[in-house]
Every structure is written in C-alpha cells, then in structure tokens.
C-alpha cells in the first residue's frame, strides 16, 4: 500500500509503468499530516509491520516531521515490537535549517536521534534508533549541493522495542 498527496502523482505512475491493471498495490490520496481519523487514514490506521518514508521527511517542518513520523507508528501493528519505520532523507554532516514555506530541519544522526526522542516522549513508544549519513549525493553535482557541500543522504531504521 502507498500513500501520496496528490492523485496526479498515483495516476502518473500507473501512466508511466503500464500496470494500473496488473499492480496488486493499493494507493490513497492521502496527506500525512491529516487527522488520523478522516480521510484515507482509518483505512491505514494498525496494519502494517514497516512503513517506510523515503525522501519525504525533509519536506516538512520539525511539527510537521513529528506528526509524519507519529503517523506511521499509527499505521503499524499496535503494540507489536519489532515493528519497523524506515527511510531516507536529506541529511547534513552538521544539523541546519532551510528557510522554505518556513524552516525545515535537514538532521544530522544527533538531531535526527532528538526528533525521535520527541516522538517516542509523545507516542508513548519506545524505538531502537539505527540511523546514518551515505555519500548517495555528489557534493560536486550542483542538483545535489543545495545544503552546502556538507550535504548527505540519511539513512534511518527505527525498531520498535516498547
């Protein structure tokens, strides 16, 4: 299953693959920041034992990144350890905001540990935390420098363990 903002985006893709017909996948229209109990959410809501975001957190503001990350811990099996969150961002050597429709935390592994610490502290969870930075961008491409050349990709793996 799969969750996308936009239903052009979900249309695009079976246009661009050719498998609306044959793909067993299910896709909502569905915006993460959404109240859990409207939408396509009640229909995602404890099923799932991984969730994975990639390149997606970066989008978002710290509330923003807090209520993503809250969302697909609502969308795994409740209670179930081992669960699993998954997925990547863009990611800096050093912690720094960029000011979009306002500021957007690009985490380094320390600050990206703190945003999970906020979430486990508001979700009642607890999560062992495997996160890291890859050199996956080359700072010398200019499409992938926009952070400064300290800019990465984080990797992150979150296992539920309480």
């Keep these: 299953m799969g969750a996308e903002l936009r239903q052009g985006y979900i249309d695009l893709g079976y246009e661009l693959f050719r498998d609306k017909d044959t793909l067993k996948s299910k896709f ?14 009640p229909a995602l809501v404890g099923r799932f034992d991984v969730v994975n975001f990639s390149l997606v957190l970066h989008c978002f503001e710290r509330e923003g990144q807090v209520a993503m990350l809250a969302r697909g811990i609502a969308a795994l099996k409740p209670g179930k350890l081992g669960t699993t969150i998954m997925g990547t961002a863009c990611g800096a050597v050093e912690a720094t905001e960029l000011e979009w429709d306002g500021k957007v935390p690009v985490h380094s592994p320390e600050s990206f540990r703190e945003l999970v610490a906020e979430v486990e502290e508001r979700t009642g969870t607890k999560w062992e935390v495997d996160v890291a930075l890859d050199n996956f961008y080359n700072p010398d491409d200019e499409r992938f420098n926009w952070i400064g050349a300290k800019m990465k990709r984080l990797v992150f793996e979150l296992t539920r363990v309480a």
């Design 28 to 41: 909502y229209q569905a915006n993460v920041l959404d109240d859990i109990a409207t939408g396509a959410w």
